[in-house]
């Protein structure tokens, strides 16, 4: 069974920035692709951002233009750079494939002043 292991988050300033990580215990090659989701208290998991394996990307649009995923396919890593955070990206934030395994613990992260 695949794990998914995020971390990397924290609690950060109005405009800070963070990056997560996530280690995957297989190939990250043997997933169409890999993506992040984020999970808001009170709200259902939403998809954030995804990287196929030709490095195509494709982000929602909350977080286009301050997100960028990126991968390392020898380190079995897929990141997740967040600048200009704001308090509604608030979140316990999680990665997967596609096709999906099991949720990992995901990794909080808290923007506030």
């Known amino acids: 069974q695949v794990q998914f292991v995020e971390s990397g988050g924290g609690l950060v300033q109005p405009g800070g920035s963070l990056r997560l990580s996530c280690v995957v215990s297989?190939?990250?090659?043997?997933?169409?692709?890999m993506a992040w989701y984020r999970q808001a208290p009170r709200k259902q998991r939403e998809w954030v951002a995804r990287?196929?394996?030709?490095?195509?990307?494709t982000y929602a649009d909350p977080v286009k233009e301050r997100f960028t995923i990126s991968r390392d396919n020898a380190k079995k890593t897929v990141y997740l750079q967040m600048d200009s955070l704001k308090p509604e990206d608030t979140a316990v934030y999680y990665c997967?494939?596609?096709?999906?395994?099991?949720w990992g613990q995901g990794t909080q992260v808290t923007v506030s002043s």
């Open positions: 297989r190939s990250i090659v043997s997933f169409d692709s």
């Open positions: 990287i196929f394996n030709d490095g195509s990307k």
């Open positions: 997967n494939g596609l096709p999906r395994g099991d």
